[in-house]
C-alpha cells in the first residue's frame, strides 16, 4: 500500500477501504508521511468528500491513534457535552453542576479559546486558585465526589487529529464534514463517556453558517456514537445572538452563578434545561426532567455542586457571593442607542471579536488575556430600547486598545428596527 495510489484514489472520486484509512492515520500519528502527501489527501477529501463508511473508519482510527480514557470505576452514567463553538457560550458551566446535582456524572476536557469564541478553560481559569489541569488521578477523584470532573486534556488522546488539525488550519481543509466528524467525535469517544450531547451551532458566530449545514454535520456526528457504543443526541443551535448577555471570561462566569441563583436568562436556560433534559433521558431516568431542573435551580442544590466542584478544583467557592474576589476591569465605556426601536440583530462574530480586541480572547495562541474584560449587553433581540439608552458596556484595563475602533464593531453588531421584533427560540431542532 502506498499514499500515491491512496490520494489518487480519491482524488479520482474512489471509495478508500478501512485498510487505506488505517494506513494514512497510522502514518500520520508516526510521521512517516510527509505533510505534502498528507496535505494532497485531505484537499481531495474537501473536493470529493467521504461516505458514512470512510468517515466510520477515520473516526475509529483517529480515536485509537493515542489513548483512551477508561472510567469504568467511576459509578453511574457519564455524559459528557460538546459545543461547536459561539459567542458568550457559557452552558457548561451551568449544566455540569445542574446534571451532577441529578445524578449524572459529568466528565469534560476543555481548551483555551482561540479568535471569537471563548474557550471553557479560560473561563474557569478566572476563578482565583481554579486548577484546569488535573492528573488522571485527580480527573477521576473529582468525577467520583462531586460528580463533575473538566481538565485540560494531558493524555496523549488523538495525537492523528493534532497532526492533521494544524495541517488544515494552513492549508484550507478544515471545511469538510467528514473531516470535521471523525475530528471531533475521534476525540470525544476517546474520553470514556457512556452518553454525549452535542451542541451543534449554527450562525453569524459559529462554524456551520446555516441550520441545513448545522443539521447535516450533526447527522453525521451521531452516526459515530456506534464506534464506542456510546449514546448520543444533538441540538441544532442558532448562534446569531451571543448567549447571554456577558461576553468574557470572569463575567461569564458571573452570569452562570447568577442563572443558578435563579436569575431568567431566558435563552441560557433554554439551552441548559434541554441539555440536561437530554443527558437525564439517555441516562434513562426522563420522568418529569423539566420540573426537577428547575427545583436543582429553586433550592440551590446545582449551586452548592458548583461550589463543591470550585472547592475540589482548589479554588474560592466564596466567590459565588463576593464577584469583588474575580479579575476585574478599572474602565467601563458605555454605548448608546443612536435611535429608538427594537433590536432586530445582535451579531455575535462582531461582539466575540469586540471581546477579544478587549483582551478577553485571543488572537494568537501565544497572547496573554485579561480575564475581566469583555462585553455586557444590555439589550437582546425583540427588546425595546430608546434612543441614547445604554446597549452595551466595554469592560477593558488595557488603554492601548484602539479603543475607537472597537467601539464602531460593537455599535455596529446591533441593528434597530422601528417594526416591532418577536424573540425567537434558541434551540430550532433535536437530531437522533
Ligand atoms: N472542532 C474540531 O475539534 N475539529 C474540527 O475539525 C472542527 C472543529
Known amino acids: 500500500m502506498d499514499m500515491v495510489s491512496i490520494i489518487r484514489k480519491k482524488r479520482d472520486k474512489g471509495k478508500l477501504t478501512k485498510e487505506e484509512i488505517y494506513f494514512f492515520i497510522n502514518g500520520v500519528t508516526e510521521g512517516t508521511i510527509p505533510d505534502y502527501q498528507t496535505s494532497a489527501l485531505l484537499m481531495a477529501i474537501v473536493l470529493n ?64 479559546g482561540l479568535g471569537h469564541t471563548g474557550g471553557t478553560t479560560d473561563k474557569l481559569d478566572s476563578i482565583p486558585g481554579f486548577k484546569t489541569l488535573l492528573t488522571e488521578e485527580e480527573f477521576i477523584e473529582s468525577l467520583k465526589k462531586v460528580g463533575i470532573a473538566n481538565s485540560i486534556q494531558s493524555k496523549n488522546i488523538t495525537p492523528a487529529d493534532k497532526k492533521l488539525y494544524a495541517l488544515r488550519d494552513v492549508t484550507a481543509t478544515v471545511e469538510s464534514i467528514p473531516l470535521i466528524t471523525a475530528s471531533i467525535m475521534s476525540k470525544k469517544l476517546a474520553c470514556g463517556a457512556d452518553g454525549l450531547i452535542l451542541d451543534v451551532k449554527f450562525g453569524k458566530g459559529a462554524f456551520m453558517k446555516t441550520k441545513e449545514d448545522a443539521e447535516n454535520l450533526a447527522k453525521s456526528l451521531l452516526k459515530m456514537a456506534p464506534v464506542r457504543n456510546i449514546k448520543a443526541v444533538a441540538l441544532i443551535d442558532d448562534m446569531n445572538e451571543p448567549l447571554g448577555y456577558n461576553i468574557g471570561n470572569a463575567l461569564e462566569i458571573i452570569e452562570t452563578f447568577e442563572v443558578l441563583k435563579g436569575k431568567k436568562v431566558d435563552d441560557l436556560l433554554e439551552v441548559s434545561v434541554e441539555i440536561v433534559k437530554r443527558m437525564l433521558e439517555l441516562k434513562g431516568d426522563g420522568e418529569n426532567a423539566e420540573e426537577r431542573i428547575y427545583k436543582a435551580i429553586e433550592d440551590g442544590s446545582a449551586l452548592k455542586k458548583y461550589a463543591e466542584w470550585i472547592e475540589f478544583s482548589g479554588g474560592t467557592p466564596e466567590v459565588i457571593n463576593d464577584y469583588s474576589l474575580f479579575p476585574s476591569c478599572e474602565n467601563k465605556t458605555d454605548i448608546k442607542a443612536e435611535k429608538s426601536g427594537y433590536v432586530s440583530e445582535i451579531n455575535s462574530y462582531s461582539i466575540g471579536m469586540s471581546a477579544v480586541y478587549l483582551k478577553a480572547g485571543r488572537l494568537k495562541k501565544e497572547d496573554t488575556i485579561d480575564y475581566g474584560a469583555g462585553v455586557v449587553l444590555n439589550k437582546k433581540v425583540g427588546d425595546c430600547v430608546e434612543k441614547g439608552e445604554t446597549i452595551l458596556t466595554l469592560h477593558y484595563n488595557d488603554t492601548r486598545i484602539p479603543l475607537n475602533e472597537i467601539i464602531f464593531l460593537a455599535k455596529s453588531a446591533f441593528s434597530i428596527s422601528s417594526e416591532k421584533v418577536e424573540k425567537t427560540k434558541r434551540i430550532a431542532k433535536v437530531v437522533k
Open 49 to 112: 468528500g467521504m461516505d458514512e463508511e470512510e468517515t466510520y473508519y477515520l473516526t475509529e482510527a483517529m480515536m485509537k491513534s493515542g489513548d483512551i480514557l477508561d472510567l469504568s470505576e467511576v459509578e453511574g452514567f457519564k455524559c459528557d457535552k460538546h459545543s461547536t463553538g459561539g459567542v458568550g457560550d457559557k452552558i457548561t458551566m451551568i449544566i455540569a453542576p445542574l446534571a451532577a446535582s441529578l445524578g449524572i456524572k459529568v466528565p469534560m476536557f476543555s481548551g483555551p
